[in-house]
Each structure stands twice: as structure tokens, then as C-alpha cells.
């Protein structure tokens, strides 16, 4: 039995101690929060590389990508939806709540949606006003490649992007400065650490401008209510949680220290290491193509003859290492290994393909597995 | 100097270390939260005395009042919206965006509704498919009788009771299941001594009734996707600040362990002595009317010639007591003592009595003050 647990679901992810007594320290404990508050709406903007503006809404990462949908997309603006499976279909469902022109492609599980065919949709359907996707389809570990559809999308059209980046933001580089995205949004329970219950927003000058003209209906998904309270009135129209504005600027600022160049380089060898040494167990990755596997979640095919739950419940039972099963096309087919912020280390990394090992070999799934292959312990 | 804050706003509330260590145990910062938000589900239909459902929703207090008016009322039903001031008026616009036949009744600073004026209206609009109020008017400190109110519309109409409880739950007794609503929708950073951050809905079978004929739109606000959710898959369509789940337990099981009816006894006593000692002291009270006096806030006028910010200042710099100033009506005017929860405690009711009328001496606002009338401190 190891000493403790091992937590390497796709989040909400381990929390350090720094962020624990950051989340209850006294001041965290105090209702006052203007002055967190405008210190994290800085940092986050410093995570995607902003201009523009930034929102922090308290409640899950969905409130605040439905509220950016709600608030930018007006009900006969044309939106094309990219899905690379589950998640990238939750999407598209939303933004048919909030526009009656809708289109979607989808690619199959374990691939993403090819820039020629956002190319040829493009020059089809040259009045798109927001191209949207989830830029690390969670169920599969299909990573969208951001610089080469925002060249696409301004090459072709005005459309804005807007990018849920709940599972990716400070482990994969993102520049709105750059162009990537015009709007992005995310969690704190992923590659930041820290409890779920904040929703953050990003948008760029453009999002902006697109929202100057939008009618907002609505108060808590109605972000320009909530950018008027913040700059006209110092406060927020909903009581945010105060303790986690505080856990957040902790949170960033653990990153930074670490220097935000090394993160995205951590979770990146990470990545390589899991997905190589999976490979050389034997077992199928979901995603065959190196250049978009997300360096935050891998997914691999369950040999024959195990189900996800068996194969889950053994590995935290003997070994409490937590992984997570999938959902939509792949489920019950594969499962997932989350590695992102404080699990993205190699003693979690380390620990996790021990387990797996021994629990193939345990399960029999592995009959010719004669040693741990530990020329990848060398890191 | 005293040897600690004395927070005395209208929440968030102090936070008792037994909380802290619920939101920041090792269980709490596990990702796993269906066996928690099971038994926070029956735990605060206890606290509203409710058969019905619950739905606890990661956010601020209103995206809860939202939701439930969003998922409950169609354009075209007539709502009726009780107003006891600003937040009675915010109630009133977000009706608005869900209703196109909305009504107010509004009562001036300091008062309630009538109970005569809500029959007169029921009378002449029988077709009134919802009432809505804001139980305490937290700017004023008014108090809403549910009980009168839930008799005269159970009697003359089929309208729904949606009664947004947020400062209000645990300190006044509510009962769903003798009719004083039909929902009720509360935060948790009030009576309930938790940082914000849960939104929580209690809906009784009258309310489920009109849920089950209406096609809920959108997301996060869709009430009928999160029972569904819940009900069908065992978790919830966004990840819930599962620490804030294990917290809620334990703030609810302290309310228990103390009993619920010695709690409710523990706020109006506070609140009587307040109400009684202010009086002493010369300042006028902005509920004249003690039937109407909400168990956990005061609010009341400030001697002619002292800002609210500079009363509140030296309050907080001389003797580390935070009171709130007010909005509406009264902003400038008045400002308010909460006392709820934990704060609702004798300690913090006599360090805070003695606080003012040690800044009403200093700042020089009642020139013939003596003596504190020590008779108050004999509870």
C-alpha cells in the first residue's frame, strides 16, 4: 500500500498546502474581495496573455462558458462548432440554446477536426460570425492545435473563436495577444489546483467590441452586467467565493514562480513519458497522433476482457491511484490518466505506470509482462 | 484594541474552524462528491422542513433565484413580485427577464408589503400563477410574514410562493411542508457559516408539479437538466465545489447538534437586544415595527452629520468591528449590523453594542452619553 492517495483523475486536481492556507487564511475569511479580486482578473489575464478584459464568476467552469455564449452570440448570429467527441457535443447542444444557426463538425474519437475542413466550411459559409470548440476534448485527450485554426478563421473570415480552455489553460500556450482566441474560459480545479467554484472568463478587444453591441439578457450568465458592477461600482452583482479569489492569486502565483515557460515544458515531458511507456506495455493509445495529444490527458484502450470499473476500482484499492473512465463514444472502452498542475510530477507520473503495470499483471491482462520497463524512470 | 475581528456584516459570516477543517479535509479535496451532495440533499430539506427536491448549485445565492425562475415560470404567466426595497426591486427586474407579465408591490424603507394590498391584488388578478418576494429586504432588515403572506394567496389563488431565504434560512422558521412556499432557494455564507460559494434550491411538490409541464431551456440555469442529471447518472452536469459540499454537512449538523428551534430562539433574542439597546442609545431604527424585524440584521438611521463611511471606519480601525452600509432608499443614511450564525452570539453582540456607542462618543454624535446602559449585558 502506498503511503497516500494519488490522484490522477482529469481534476479537480491535488491541492497544495500553499493554496489550502491561502483559502482560509484570515483575510480569505473576510467578506471584503475588491482588491483579490482586481489582483486576479490581472493575473488571469497574464495566464492566456491578454488584453481586454477578464471576469471571474463564482460556480462551475460551465457557467462561465455559458454565459460567454450567452452574452456574445446573438440568436441568428452563425456559429460553427468544432467537437472532437463528448464534450465537443455538450458545446454544440449549448450554443443552439442561444442561436438558431448552428453547425457542427465533428471529428472521430481520438482525432480532431482537420483545418481543410474548417477551411472549406469557411469559404462555404463566409458570414460564420464565432467559430467554438473545446480546446482539449477531455474524453479522448485530443488536443485542437489553436495556432493553426485562428490563422484559418482570420485568414478567411471575421469570425471570433471562442475556446473552452477548462482542462488546458497553463499547461498548453495560449495567447489571445496572438490571436488563438478572441474569448477564453476555464476552471481553477485543473491545471491550477485548486477546489472547483470559479468560473473564469478572458476576452480579447474583439469579444469586447462584439459585446459593446450585444442587447444582454439575463443577470448571472449576462457578462456585461458583470463587467458594469465590477468597473462602475467596485463590487460584484452576486457574493463571489472569497476564500477561492484568494486561493487563486496563490495559485498563480505557484505557477509563476515556477516560471509559466517551465509548466507548459513539465506537462509536456509528462505527457511524452506516459504515452511512451503505455505504448511499450503494450496497450493502444486513443490518441495515435503525437501532434494532438494534449500534454494534460491520456486515454488508453482497456485490454480485452476488463471492464473500466474493474480495471479503476483495482488500481485504487491496491495501489490508490485514481484514474477516471470516459464517456460518450469510448466508454467502457478506455479510460484516463489525468496529469495536469500539482499530478503533472513524476513521483505521481512515476507511482501511476507502477500501478497500471501491476495492475495489468495482477488482472492477467498482460501474461507475457515479465519486468517494469524502468529505463523510463530516468527522467 | 480588541484581540480579534468582529464581523458584523450581512454575511459572509465568521467561519468556525470545525468548517475549515471540513472544507480543507482530505475527503473534501478528493474529486468524489455523490455520497456528499446525497446527504447535503436531505440535510437542507431538513432545514426548510420540505418533502420536495433539492438542487445545490455552485455559485452565488442568485444564480440559484435565477435558476428557479428560469426553470419554473413561463413568459406568459402573471408573477407578482413583493418589494421591500432594493433587493425586492432586483427580484423584480430578473423576474422580468423571464416573465413578460410582471406586477410590484412595494412597500417603503422600513416596511413590508401588506397583507390587505396582497389580497386586493389577488382579488382583481386571479390568474396569478407566481408570487415572489425576498424574505428579509437584507438593505432594510424587514422581515416578510410567511406565514400571513402563504394564508391569503393559498386562499384566494393557485400562485406558487418562490421565496429567495438567503439571509434568512436557520435563523427564521420556514416550513415548505405547511405551506409557507413552494420553493425556496438560500446561500450558504449567511446563517450557515460557510464561505459563498453554493447556491441551494429546495422545490416542494407543488413547485416540482409546474417543473414537470415546463421545457426548460439553456444550461446552467436548467433546473430540470440538473434533477435529471442527478436523478439518471448519479452526478451533476458541472463539477460542484466538492470542499464546500463536505463543509455544508458540517454547517448544517452544527445547527442540528445546537437544535434547530434553539437557533431560531439564539437570533431573536440577539435581535431584541440589539433593537432594545440602539433604542437606549437615542438612534432611530429603521424597522419601527418589532413584528416585522428581521431576526438577523438591524439596520438603522445615523445621527444627523456622520457619513456611513466614516462611522464604519472608525468602527473598523478603533475596535475591529465591520458593520455594512446599505443600498437603496437608505443608502448614506443607514447602516446595518448583521448578526447571523455565528456572529448572532453574545460576544459579538456586546462588543459590537459597546463599539458604537463608544464611536458615538468619540466622533462626538450624542454629546449627553454618560454611561453604556450595562442593563443589556445581564443575558
Redesign the interface.
Known sequence: MFSR?Y?M?P??T??PERI?KA??S?E????AYSKIYGEDLELVKKLVDADGKAII???????GL?ATL?SLIDFKDKVLVLSAGFFGDALYK?VK?YSNNVYVLRAEAGKTVSVSEIKKFLNEHPDTKFVALTHCETTTGALFNLEEISEVVREISDAKIIVDCVSTVGAVPISLRKGHADAVIF?V?KVLNM???LAVIVLGNNALEVLETRQC?????NLKMWLNFWEERGYL????????LHGLKEAINIIFEEGLENVFKRHKKVSEIIRAYLKELGLRLVIENDNIASPTITAFYLPKGVSDKLFIEHLWSKFKV?LAKTYGDLEGKAIRIGHMGSSATMDYVYITLIAITLTLKNLNLVPSLRHIPVEYFTF
Open positions: 492517495e490522484i483523475t481534476g479537480p491535488p491541492i489550502i483559502i482560509t484570515k480569505a475569511l473576510l467578506p464568476i463564482g460556480g462551475g467552469a460551465t457557467v455559458e450567452a449549448m440554446y476552471g480545479q477546489p472547483p467554484g439578457e439575463g443577470y448571472y450568465l452583482p452576486s457574493t463571489p467565493p472569497v476564500n477561492l485514481l
